[in-house]
């Protein structure tokens, strides 16, 4: 049975950071894709990062719109994804989401997630 579960989130001032953390167990050890979604009040959910785990590879992906703020990285040993968010503004204010999947596929579609964690919230003041 796969379960997702994220923490980490909280309160903080414009400018500063937090780390999520998501741990994901019951995925394949060799497939798996594993990903970053947030949700603000009346917005779609929106794909922040995702993190493929293949046989012999590994690969990351980024919301444009994101990248060089916020990175994902994986510790294998303790199956846990991480998403370390920086220079935080208040438009990043959001339920922040973890999802997981046991196939490949567009890693910023809701859609191809089967798993997903209850969420963490993310607030930023001004």
């Known amino acids: 049975q796969v379960q997702v579960e994220e923490s980490g989130g909280g309160s903080v001032q414009a400018g500063g950071s937090l780390r999520l953390s998501c741990v994901v167990s019951g995925v394949s050890a060799n497939s798996n894709l594993v990903a970053w979604f947030r949700q603000a009040p009346g917005k779609e959910r929106e794909g922040v990062a995702a993190?493929?785990?293949?046989?012999?590879?590994?690969?990351?992906y980024y919301n444009d719109a994101l990248k060089g703020r916020f990175t994902i990285s994986k510790d294998n040993g303790k199956s846990t994804v991480y998403l370390q968010m920086g220079s935080l503004q208040p438009e990043d204010a959001a339920m922040y989401y973890c999802?997981?999947?046991?196939?490949?596929?567009?890693?910023?579609?809701?859609?191809?997630?089967?798993?997903w964690g209850q969420g963490t919230q993310v607030t930023v003041s001004s």
């Open positions: 999802a997981a999947s046991n196939y490949a596929g567009p890693w910023h579609k809701p859609e191809s997630y089967r798993y």
């Open positions: 993190f493929w785990t293949g046989f012999n590879y590994q690969n990351t």
